[in-house]
Structure formats: C-alpha cells, structure tokens
C-alpha cells in the first residue's frame, strides 16, 4: 500500500456498515424511533459513500497500470495444491477478498450514491408505512449484498453477494405481504432468478476446473512475486494462449461464458428470464428504483464485463450476448407502448436499457456498456422516484388514464421528470444521448457482417420507441387536460423536500454525467473510456481477428457523425409522433387502438407470455407434481410403507399363531410327557426320610437273604 492510502486499506469496510445498521433494524428496530432508524440507516449508507469515494480518489492517484487494489481478508475455503489446464500448480482457495479496480470503483460509486439519495427519498416517501424499520433493514441489507458483489475478488464471494441481491429483492418486492399480488410477484421474482442461478453456479463449477482458481486477477496484491501465489482467472488465461492450451472458440471457454450469461439473464431480466420485472413493481417505488433500475438489475452487466476476458475469446457467446441484449430490448419496449400503469412503462423501459447494456457488450463495447450502466442509473432511478412523487400527489394512483395537467401542480417533480425523460431518449446533451450514441456507433462499426448491421437497425428502432413511449407517459402525466378524480384533486400537493431533493441531484446528474464519456468526434476525451482501459482485456490480434472486422479508418468519423444524426431524428420523431398522438389530437389513441385492436391487445397482454409461462411451466409442474403426489400416495405410502406395514403385521400374526398353536402345543405335550415319565420317579422320591429308611432295610433283606440262599446252596 502506498503512502496516505488509508481508504483503500479499509475499503473491506464499505460493506460493513450497511450491514451492521441492517443488522440492528432486524433485530431491534421496532423498539427505535423513526429518527434513529434515518440516523442509522441512512447515515451507513453515507458513511459507505464517503468511504467509496476516498478510496476512488486515492486509486486514481496511482498510475493507470497499478490502479488495482486487491486483499484478501481471510481464507474461506481452501483447497490445497490445485493443476490448472493452463499449466502450472496453484494454491486453489476460496477467499473473502476485495478488489477494487477501475470498474468495481465505477459500481461502488453508482450503488452508495444513488443508494444514498434514495435512502434520503424513502424517509418521506414511507413516512406513513407500517414496518418501517423493517423497510429500512431490508433495504441495508441489499446494499450490503450489492457492494459484496461488486468488490468481490472471485466468483465465489460474488455469488454470495448475488444470491444475497436476490433475496433481498424477493424480501422487497414482498414487502406489503398482506397483497396477494405482492407476495406473488416476490416468490415468482425468487423462482425465476434460481433458474438463472442455476447457470452462474454451473460456470463457476467450470471455470474451477478449467482455471484451477476462481480469483479474477492477481493484479493488485502488494507482496506479489509472481502470478502463481495469487493465481486469477486471467492470468491462467495469459498463460493459456501463450501456451497453446486457449484458443479462440474452445467449447470450454464458450461453455463457461453461455453458462454465466444465463445468470444474467436471469438478474438483469433478459429473454427469456425477465418476466419477473414488470410484476416486481408491486413492492414500494424507492425499492423500484433502487433495486430495479440503479443496481442490482445491472448485476448481469457487471458480471460479464467483468468477465470480459473469457466473452472475448469465446466469438459465438459474444453473439448470443448481443442478439439476446438487441431483441429485449425491441421487445420490452414494444409492451411499453401501451402500457398504462406509470411504474409498468418504467418496467419495460428498464428491460430495454439492460438489452442496450448486454448489445454494447455482446460487440465488445464494454467500456459503452458500463458506461450507459452509470448513465441509465441517474436517469432511470430519477425516473422512479418521480413516478413516485407523483403517486404520493395522487394518494396511490398509478393510472396515467387518470392523470393529466400536474406540470404546475408538482412542479418540481415535472420538471426534473422531464429532464431524466430527454435524458433517456437520447437527446443531446443529456447523458443518455452520449452512452446511447457510443453504443450504436460501436454496434455499427463492430464488423462488416449484415449482422452488426442488422443490430444497429435494431437499436436505432428502439431508440425511436423509447422516445415515443416515454414522452407518451409526460404527455398524459402532466400536460394535456386533467382526467384526475375529482375527490383527488383537492389533495395533489408536491413532495416533500426529503423527496424532492434527491429528485434535484439526480436532474443535474442527468444532464452532466454524459459529458465525461463525450467521444473524440465531438473533440473531446473520452475520460471514462481512459479510466476503463486496464480492466478491458485486449486479446492478441491473430485470435481475436478484431483489425479485419473493424470499419475502415477513413470513413470512421463522418459515418458517426451521419449515425449520431440519425439517432437523434429518430428519437426526435419518437417525441413528436406522441405530441401529435396524445396532445394535439384528441381521442386519436383511443381510435389507433381500436383500428389496431389485435396488435394492440397483443403488446397490452404482454405477448400472452405470462399465460405461456403458466401453460408450459407452471401447470406443467403442477401436474408433475400431481403425478408424483400419486406415485407416492400408490407406490411409496401404498406398496412401500402401507406394503410393508401390512406384510409386517401378517409376518407378526403369523408369529404370534405359530406360538399360540405349535409352539405352546408343543410345550404342553411336552409338559405331559414329562409328567407321566416323572411317575415312576415320584413314587420313590417322595421326599420322606421314614420310607427312605424302609426302603433300605428291605434293600438289605433282600440282599441278605439272597446271599443266604447262595450260601445253602453251595453246602
């Protein structure tokens, strides 16, 4: 460690504070007042910011290529002497260790900031909720999970972090538990993720075997003397290619990567696996942004970027990631045209950024994936927490058929809305125009395959109906006439400024967190795409074949600069098409829906694939489990238990007939024999000493006068 480095030497602590004030809520919380709880609770979680960001600070101090701060706290598990498939022998050990490199000091950041300011939200937000310290707890408790995750040094530590998000998600989600709806979309958010779990486990099983260590890097580690005391995954993966044991393509390395991003699918909410999102909006609205859009869905993201090493040698997984990342995102934003529940449209428009996250990745734009990841985390989770504002102005109403004309009503809730609203549809120069725009522009330039291009066409597509149905929820939330119910309208007041507040910081950080990405085309430096570099992992051109692929230098800038014009035309169309729509012509929706009644009804119903899932899945394990109810009930409690009872209870009548009637009856002729034997002998011995004493005297007659009679005759 280096001089004057103290909040990277304690930076194992920045989890630890949440978890002891989530650990004293649960425990003690319900004899504390609300102020204690803010005071514990909230002020962790800035403690924990404050942390981040001295150790943030003091590792971007250091020289880029030693902007790695690893420790390993205590062996958790350990193995012994491990053969890699790379070669040499490694200490195999399961660590409970932290790594803090460029990319984890990114999600620190993003998790206790924006973890911060909706901490401060919630106080005025769940003010008047029943279980408030218990809220608070699990909320603790989350952030905990979520920062063991990203600081883990392997990938066993950041599956405990990864179930930990789960089940603090499912604990969330569930929070108002006396709603069957709620409970419901708890346990199916539980469900759905072990599926993708299940994946994640697989890989990590895999990547032991293939490796010989699950730690990422040996990077970092200050007595380091060489790469096999602290063995990591990319330096096994080095000394593979160098060796001739990994090449481009393996089944292994690609088995590895397909595995983990089927646990991102499930915790990012990618096709197949999110349809647990949309239903998980049941839980309170800070837990929705949060949770569902700041942090814990980016999980997935983080992990394969983290795992950008493997992805990139593995062509075919990189694919699947963008086709996967590119049709979500079309899809999700397909249902969220017609959607009418305020924090709904915000579901699907989450979904649909993920898919942005996992394109970016799936071309190898990891750095634009990370990016947008940040970016997407001011405005979506402004996006939520202003959704909320204006449910608490509405006492609890979600539906935007029900809202209308609040722009001078909430006028700070509108209007930082409205900012995060441009931010997410990509218009200049809010951040999300800049991590949207490096995302096609790297999708386009990612190859000169009718792929990459179809991809492109895909985003920019999704571009448009981000805009449209975005501006669509402004337009009926808080322009237009208001179709507010009139006992309602009396009681619209604006948040307090607990609520309203972080509604601020997160505005201004929608308009300036682009700019520290703005690409050299528009003559800047890319300072993020700097601060990334050493975590990217830059395979040997020969494997990668990345140089033949690429578009031509030449024509580079003016081609991004005709894409980023397009990009912005078409969200610009997006924005005029729902003006025109839902203000300028009214009533016009109402006819488009009915002219379209079967596509409309259609993406209303989400594609039926709730009702599919039920049909394929769901009854499909009943009925498994009905089966299997009667083979126990007819096989193993009829043959195998009852079966057997009977076949022991026959076995035992039989016993007990065998020793009523043979068995006594034996002994009871036995018994007679013996006593008709015994006559004889009871005659003599009948225990008197009087006939004792005649018998022998009669004895001795008898022998006497035998001898006498011998004697006569011999005379």
């Not at 299940?198 to 200050?222: D, K, N, Q, W």
């Not at 996006?383 to 209308?404: P, T």
Request: proline share 4%.
């Amino acid at each position: 460690m280096m001089p004057g480095e103290y909040f990277l030497e304690h930076a194992g602590w920045i989890p630890l504070f949440p978890l002891v004030s989530a650990a004293l809520m649960l425990f003690l919380g319900r004899r504390l007042p609300k102020f204690a709880v803010n005071l514990f609770c909230v002020g962790s979680v800035f403690i924990s910011f404050v942390f981040s960001a001295g150790a943030v600070y003091q590792l971007a101090h250091r020289a880029a290529e030693d902007r790695f701060f690893q420790k390993i706290l205590f062996i958790w598990i350990p193995a012994g002497v491990y053969h890699t498939t790379a070669g040499p022998l490694a200490n195999f050990a399961a660590d409970w260790g932290i790594l803090l490199d460029p990319l984890s000091s990114v999600m620190i950041l993003v998790v206790t900031g924006v973890g911060f300011l909706i901490h401060v939200y919630s106080t005025g937000y769940m003010a008047q909720e029943g279980g408030y310290y218990r809220f608070f707890g699990y909320l603790n408790l989350f952030m905990f999970s979520m920062l063991t995750l990203v600081l883990a040094n392997n990938l066993l530590l950041m599956f405990v972090g990864w179930e930990g998000v789960g089940l603090c998600s499912y604990l969330l989600i569930s929070f108002y538990f006396h709603k069957k709806t709620a409970s419901d979309a708890g346990k199916k958010a539980f469900i759905v993720n072990r599926v993708g779990d299940t994946g994640f486990l697989l890989a990590i099983f895999l990547s032991s075997v293939t490796f010989g260590t699950i730690r990422f890097t040996s990077r970092g580690f200050e007595k380091l003397v060489d790469a096999t005391q602290y063995p990591g995954m990319l330096d096994a993966l080095n000394i593979g290619i160098a060796s001739g044991v990994f090449a481009v393509g393996m089944p292994v390395l690609t088995a590895i990567a397909l595995l983990m991003f089927v646990g991102a699918t499930g915790k990012s909410a990618q096709i197949p696996l999110y349809v647990w999102l949309p239903d998980a909006m049941e839980g309170p609205t800070p837990v929705s942004a949060l949770i569902h859009a700041a942090t814990m869905v980016t999980a997935g993201v983080y992990m394969v970027v983290r795992m950008n090493s493997l992805f990139q040698m593995a062509p075919f997984a990189m694919h699947v990631v963008a086709a996967i990342g590119a049709l979500t995102a079309i899809y999700a934003a397909s249902m969220g045209l017609v959607q009418t529940d305020i924090k709904r449209v915000l579901a699907y428009s989450t979904i649909s950024q993920l898919g942005y996250m996992f394109l970016a990745c799936g071309v190898g734009a990891f750095v634009g994936g990370v990016f947008h990841l940040m970016t997407h985390a001011f405005f979506k989770a402004l996006l939520f927490l202003g959704s909320g504002s204006v449910i608490h102005a509405l006492s609890g109403e979600q539906d935007m058929r029900k809202m209308g004309a609040l722009w001078s009503k909430i006028p700070v809730t509108a209007k930082t809305f409205f900012i995060a609203t441009l931010a997410i549809a990509g218009i200049p120069p809010f951040a999300g125009f800049f991590s949207k725009d490096e995302i096609l522009w790297k999708t386009f330039s990612g190859g000169e395959e009718v792929f990459y291009k179809v991809l492109w066409v895909v985003g920019v597509i999704t571009a448009g109906m981000t805009a449209f149905y975005m501006f669509r929820l402004v337009n009926m939330t808080f322009f237009g006439t208001s179709r507010v119910e009139h006992e309602v309208e009396h009681h619209i007041h604006e948040s307090p400024p607990s609520m309203t507040v972080p509604l601020i910081i997160l505005a201004i950080l929608s308009v300036v967190g682009g700019w520290i990405g703005k690409p050299a085309s528009l003559g800047g430096v890319n300072h993020f795409e700097r601060w990334l570099e050493p975590v990217i992992f830059s395979p040997p051109a020969a494997l990668a074949g990345l140089a033949e692929r690429a578009l031509p230098a030449a024509h580079r800038e003016p081609m991004e600069y005709i894409l980023m014009a397009v990009s912005v035309l078409i969200a610009l169309a997006g924005i005029w098409l729902a003006r025109v729509i839902y203000l300028q012509r009214e009533g016009l929706a109402d006819r488009l829906a009915e002219k379209w009644g079967p596509l409309y009804t259609l993406l209303h119903r989400k594609y039926y694939m709730d009702e599919i899932y039920d049909a394929l899945f769901v009854q499909r394990t009943k009925d498994l489990a009905t089966a299997l109810g009667m083979f126990d009930r007819g096989v193993i409690d009829g043959v195998g238990v009852n079966g057997s009872g009977a076949l022991t209870l026959a076995i035992c009548r039989i016993s007990m007939w065998w020793d009523t009637w043979i068995v006594d009856g034996l002994v009871g002729l036995t018994g007679t024999l013996v006593r008709l034997g015994s006559y004889p002998a009871r005659f003599v011995q009948t225990g008197k000493l009087q006939s004792y004493a005649l018998v022998i005297v009669l004895g001795v007659l008898l022998l006497l006068g035998y001898f006498l009679r011998h004697a006569m005759g011999m005379v």
